[in-house]
């Protein structure tokens, strides 16, 4: 079973993240990359999937030069070639672009799975895996807390407010994942090592098959207008606890009319 | 004036609270008109004109058979026939990927997780944990909006709220992914927790997976209980309840934090909460910053002392 994990670069949340003045979208420099943490997730379970069903896995991403260190760092944990769709185009796509790019470079890769994470840290629209679903005309098994093949059927439980749903659907499909599907491993020295010399598929958007009349900040079909930061809070009253804290907070709250 | 479709959230009959500030923000831009996917429409109609629905349009129940795709399906049929202005839906996960897909049917751009929208549908968003407020619109098409609950006050008016039934051949690609069993797990009676005009949740700091006194506080408040990742990850307490970057992103009147220090991964999924109040033993917790009231203090013995007080004065 062949399967594409999905892999995103994002700033770090650790460090300050910023918007560019120049072009409204994600300061790129302005913080050190990281891989998205849920596509670690999305990474684990595709290797795990490999491990029972055979096959391989394929890292697809679509960024910047400096995405290679989250290219790196999926091969590291053992997946076994790259896809890297790289190219100026595409800077400043907004997320249905990418899904249509992302459509288009799977269009050059056999797969009977894709998965990726259920939501990227920065934009956190969570609507990539769906909108790649559509653009595919594949089946949607977003939100899996677990996922099980058995022959050409795949079945995941997708989370909800009152607990999961069970869904099916026959493969090719595309699955995203939450973080309670597994605990990702840590690459060992030995899979580092072999990772540096797994092949890695650079691609322009052309070689993708992607229309760059259709990507990219001047074709967006969202615009950022303006951001500020945020007014700070005003500050808060602290105190220690001397033995009636609770009823200093019942206080506030009378205050504030919630008691 | 053009009509604004209102992708309705209920439960067995009920219009939830979001549907009310949905239709709310719909008035500023056009004339309201819900969506109502499901049974019940005729006892949840009266709560959609009560917020000035004009229309209801009513799609059979079917369409929940499949994932998401089958409201997505609709949503563009009827922004197609009607020329709808905008398309609202709750920025839940599973609208979210409704918004989307029906976005891209229409060749349109997407918004989600807006706290606010104008007449002219710009956005605003709380991005970065809350550290940038950024403004955004659709630039091709039918603006697709997903907002956040609890983000925009409801305010009544009058509707007509006058029914109208819809059929939606779902298409054998939307029927792709099947619902073969849905799995309710522990509820309880607390509120929802996106939907919860008060949210009380614990951390670290609360040390075991006995959560009583978070939810004993939660329940003299009528609050829904919310976890950090680290009291999640340690196993304390379910998955849906986590608050967070990974997790549910909440924006109630008045949040509690327990035994929480605070990470930026946490104040993503909290920071728009309109007050806040936190207890935690270490003074320089990051969550002191955004407190509007804060105690340095075991919660062990702040909170019970808190929920003894509340109750007595009900």
């Known amino acids: 079973m062949n399967i594409v994990v999905l892999v995103k670069q994002v700033p770090d949340t650790a460090t300050e993240r910023k918007l560019s003045d120049a072009d409204n979208t994600l300061d790129r420099a302005a913080s050190d990359g990281v891989i998205n943490e849920l596509d670690e997730y999305a990474i684990e379970e595709a290797l795990q999937l490999k491990e029972k069903h055979g096959g391989e896995v394929t890292v697809l991403t679509m960024g910047p030069d400096q995405a290679t260190d989250s290219i790196r760092k999926a091969l590291s944990m053992g997946a076994d070639k790259a896809v890297f769709v790289n190219d100026d185009a595409l800077h400043g796509s907004d997320a249905l672009q990418t899904a249509y790019a992302l459509a288009q470079a799977l269009g050059t890769i056999e797969y009977d799975l894709v998965v990726l994470g259920s939501e990227s840290t920065d934009a956190r629209t969570g609507v990539v895996g769906a909108a790649l679903a559509e653009y595919l005309g594949l089946p949607q098994l977003t939100f899996a807390g677990k996922v099980d093949v058995d022959g050409g059927a795949v079945r995941i439980q997708r989370q909800t407010d009152y607990g999961y749903d069970v869904v099916e659907a026959q493969m090719p499909a595309v699955v995203s994942v939450v973080e309670k599907i597994n605990e990702p491993r840590y690459p060992s020295f030995k899979l580092i090592m072999q990772a540096k010399k797994k092949p890695v598929d650079k691609k322009s958007a052309a070689d993708a098959g992607i229309d760059t009349g259709k990507v990219g900040l001047a074709n967006a079909t969202t615009e950022t207008v303006d951001f500020a930061a945020a007014p700070p809070r005003a500050a808060g009253t602290i105190v220690t606890d001397e033995g009636d804290g609770g009823a200093k907070i019942a206080d506030f709250l009378s205050e504030k009319k919630f008691v | ?314």
Do not use: C
């Not at chain 2, 949840?44 to 009560?50: D, T, V």
């Not at chain 2, 998955?239 to 104040?267: C, D, E, M, W």
């Not at chain 2, 013995?301 to 007595?312: D, G, H, M, R, S």
């Open chain 2, 1 to 314: 004036m053009a009509e604004v479709l209102v992708l309705v959230d209920h439960v067995d009959g009920q219009v939830k609270k979001v549907t009310a500030e949905l239709l709310t923000v719909a008035r500023r831009i056009g004339e309201p008109a819900a969506v109502w996917v499901g049974d019940g429409a005729e006892s949840g109609k009266a709560g959609l004109a009560e917020f000035g629905a004009e229309k209801v349009y009513v799609a059979s129940s079917e369409l929940n058979d499949y994932v998401v795709a089958p409201k997505a399906e609709l949503l563009a049929k009827l922004a197609q026939e009607k020329s709808a202005a905008a398309i609202l839906v709750s920025a839940t996960p599973e609208n979210k990927e409704v918004a989307g897909r029906a976005a891209v049917k229409l060749g349109s751009g997407v918004l989600t997780d807006v706290v606010d929208v104008t007449a002219e549908a710009v956005a605003e968003h709380s991005i970065f944990g809350g550290a940038t407020i950024a403004h955004a619109r659709v630039r091709t098409g039918v603006p697709v909006v997903a907002v956040r609950p609890n983000s925009i006050p409801a305010e009544p008016a009058t509707g007509a709220a006058a029914e109208e039934t819809v059929s939606v051949e779902v298409s054998d690609a939307a029927k792709g992914a099947k619902v073969v069993e849905r799995v309710a797990q522990e509820k309880g009676d607390r509120p929802e927790l996106t939907e919860a005009a008060v949210v009380v949740s614990g951390g670290r700091g609360v040390g075991s997976e006995d959560f009583t006194v978070v939810e004993q506080l939660a329940d003299a408040l009528g609050a829904a209980v919310g976890a950090s990742r680290a009291a999640v990850d340690a196993g304390w307490y379910p998955n849906q309840f986590q608050v967070g970057q990974t997790g549910k992103t909440v924006s109630p009147n008045l949040y509690v934090a327990l035994g929480i220090s605070g990470a930026i991964q946490h104040r993503a999924g909290m920071q728009t909460s309109k007050n806040i109040v936190a207890v935690n033993k270490d003074p320089e917790a990051p969550i002191f910053e955004l407190a509007d009231y804060g105690v340095v203090g075991d919660l062990h013995t702040v909170a019970p002392q808190l929920t003894e007080e509340i109750n007595k004065r009900k």
